[in-house]
């Protein structure tokens, strides 16, 4: 069956769809998406893989806990890892897009034996240490925004952001739809969401350690005019041993969805490259710092 719900350790039910067949390669989707999000992702991949995508806790058709306290950056890691148990899946690829690439990179941290690899999308928006209390204000303003307005009157506005406008002029009917899924959102998981884990998530900055001695294939995609994401970019291409970096021209934050067909080129190269062992670790000769020691 396609569809299936499995429940956490913490008895949270979730939503997920399976098709194809392959190696496992789970999706985990955005803070303004949900299993849906994925759609041009799974009509390619399921040809080859087995594909998975699931609606975060907080996201319908999954439960809606109503304490702020039953979400944060390690549950939303480890509900992946809840995901793999109940369809029975050992090891996976795992890729995420924003909130969820922050889920994938938390899930090779804490579960490292579980990943295959990571790609993480749009993955760094509030990580940039000097604008830490900036991102936790507006945070804070987007959660009382769909608790007090409503998705329903909100999510116009929310999908209209500087770093969405891109999709919306490239693709208005694919945007339509987006914006129009988003007003379906819960106003209570929507709020949970954006004060557990978007508010309260360590900076990348200070998982560097950590990220450095993460001996996973990485593969970072940003847009090149999602500003806020671009420097995190670079910082996690820098660090990871393992890491590619991809910057879409001309694009903003829901690169999946925008630039659905460059996506799933990178990422099946990517994808193709961990499985004929060509994802290599980086040569050291690409650090200046090395380059200076050796000579």
Not at 144 to 168: C, I
Not at 191 to 209: C, F, H, K, V
Not at 272 to 278: D, L, P
Request: with cysteine.
């Amino acid at each position: 069956m396609p569809t299936a719900s499995i429940t956490t350790e913490d008895g949270i039910a979730l939503h997920t769809e399976s098709y194809g067949h392959g190696a496992p390669l789970i999706f985990v989707h955005e803070f303004g998406g949900s299993y849906w999000s994925w759609e041009p992702q799974i009509s390619h991949f399921s040809r080859r893989f087995q594909c998975v995508t699931f609606a975060a806790r907080g996201y319908p058709p999954s439960d809606i806990p109503k304490q702020t306290e039953q979400y944060s950056q390690n549950r939303a890691a480890d509900d992946i890892i809840a995901v793999m148990d109940g369809l029975g899946i050992k090891q996976a690829h795992l890729a995420g897009l924003s909130m969820g690439g922050f889920a994938c990179l938390h899930a090779g941290l804490r579960h490292t034996e579980r990943v295959l690899s990571i790609t993480a999308a749009g993955t760094g928006y509030g990580a940039e240490k000097r604008f830490e209390d900036y991102f936790r204000e507006v945070s804070a303003a987007v959660a009382r925004n769909f608790e007090q307005r409503g998705t329903k009157d909100f999510a116009p506005t929310y999908a209209e952001g500087a770093s969405r406008v891109q999709f919306q002029e490239k693709d208005p009917y694919g945007w339509r739809v987006f914006a129009e899924r988003l007003a379906q959102h819960d106003d209570t998981g929507a709020a949970n969401t954006m004060r557990g884990i978007q508010m309260m998530r360590p900076s990348l900055y200070d998982l560097r350690e950590r990220l450095a001695a993460l001996d996973l294939p990485v593969l970072v995609m940003t847009g090149d005019e999602d500003d806020h994401c671009l420097q995190p970019a670079l910082f996690l291409k820098q660090t990871l041993p393992r890491c590619g970096l991809a910057v879409l021209p001309k694009s903003g934050h829901t690169l999946n969805l925008e630039e659905p067909a460059l996506f799933n080129r990178l990422l099946e190269d990517f994808l193709f490259s961990t499985i004929a062992g060509r994802w290599d670790k980086r040569d050291p000769r690409a650090d200046p710092d090395q380059v200076m020691r050796t000579k």
